[in-house]
């Protein structure tokens, strides 16, 4: 195997030594080039969690899939990140951030797992879900009706 890269991310997360209570902690991440793809492997008070994909975005999206009720301080968990596309490649283990719908991304591509300042955690997507709304919804694919990012927003604050 070759050696992971590694990163320390702060994160908010339920800790089972506390009952559940959610602290701010610190997550080990770390990713490998692996079967054309790469691995990745986060640990933090809820264990080990490992998940492979085509790249350090996606992987790093199925880690948040299978802990949902952690809170990664990443770029790659901005709601505006995303992988790259044809059109806007970036590198494997690189975000293109994308801050207003239907507009082309920044110029420059960031690091998927650098921290996210907690200065900036409106950026955060709280979830896969809200993540996936954004794109969808910065990409013009929301049906008339359906549900959007700018709707679950306003929902959550009149809510």
């Known amino acids: 195997m070759t050696e992971p890269h590694t990163s320390a991310l702060p994160v908010f997360a339920p800790d089972p030594a506390q009952g559940g209570t959610v602290v701010r902690t610190s997550a080990r991440v770390e990713w490998w080039p692996a ?3 790469v691995r990745m492997r986060a640990t933090g008070p809820w264990g080990r969690t490992t998940v492979g994909a085509q790249n350090v975005f996606w992987a790093f999206w199925g880690i ?3 802990l949902p009720e952690v809170i990664f301080f990443a770029q790659g968990a901005r709601r505006d990140a ?3 596309t044809p059109e806007h490649p970036c590198g494997l283990d690189q975000v293109r951030i994308y801050p207003a719908f239907g507009r082309p991304p920044h110029p420059a591509p960031v690091p998927a797992l ?3 300042p ?3 955690r409106d950026l955060l997507a709280a979830g896969y ?3 996936t709304l954004y794109h969808r919804e910065w990409a013009g694919e929301v049906e008339p009706g359906g ?3 700018t709707a679950l927003k306003a929902h ?3 809510g």
């Open 35 to 37: 079967d054309g793809g």
């Open 64 to 66: 948040r899939m299978e």
């Open 82 to 84: 995303w992988s790259g």
């Open 114 to 116: 650098a921290v996210l």
């Open 118 to 120: 907690e200065s900036h």
């Open 129 to 131: 879900l809200e993540h």
């Open 147 to 149: 549900l959007s990012w």
């Open 156 to 158: 959550s604050r009149n």
